[in-house]
């Protein structure tokens, strides 16, 4: 008997180390990572992006992180599912959209964007640990800027700041 209770309790023990050294991934996987990404081309647009690959690609491809943060893969109060959208224009170009909102993204398919993706769960509310995005307007162009440097960058082209549009979380680990 004390031979078929051996193996067991080791198996046990095993369980309970995997579950020990599980247990951060765990509770991080609540949150993801989230890039925000500018081109600062002639016509410079911006992408949040929660694929490592697709963010090393868009800088090898010149563009720069602008800010970096955390998204939560579950709501709660104050937060909103944050929507990747883009408007098709003749000739292959686009007009990106980055909301938070339901009725945002209601009047942004209106207007006849459509939606690339659903990327997590931002803030809608400042807060401690909170990052701000910041949305700036030209014309009939948006693009979102986290980093002082990079609104600098946008306001000396003729950008307009217009507001904190939402908030990422701080990545404590970085």
């Not at 459509?114 to 693009?143: D, Q, S, W």
Request: glycine letters at 10%; a positive charge.
């Amino acid at each position: 008997m004390n031979t078929i209770a051996a193996p067991f309790s080791h198996f046990s023990r095993l369980k309970l180390l995997l579950l020990l050294v599980a247990l951060p991934a765990l509770a991080s996987a609540a949150e993801m990572p989230a890039w925000l990404v500018l081109n600062p081309s002639d016509s410079p647009e911006t992408l949040m992006s929660t694929d490592v690959l697709e963010k090393n690609g868009l800088v090898r491809g010149g563009w720069r992180v602008s800010g970096t943060g955390l998204l939560h893969t579950e709501g709660g109060a104050d937060t909103g599912l944050l929507h990747r959208m883009v408007h098709p224009l003749p000739k292959g170009a686009a007009l990106r959209m980055l909301v938070a909102t339901a009725d945002d993204v209601n009047a942004q398919l209106k207007a006849g964007y459509v939606i690339e993706g659903a990327l997590g769960y931002v803030a809608l509310k400042p807060g401690p640990g909170h990052i701000a995005v910041y949305r700036f307007t030209k014309e009939n162009k948006f693009i979102w800027l986290i980093s002082g440097a990079d609104q600098a960058w946008a306001t000396k082209n003729g950008w307009t700041r217009e507001q904190a549009v939402f908030w990422l979380w701080v990545d404590n680990n970085r």
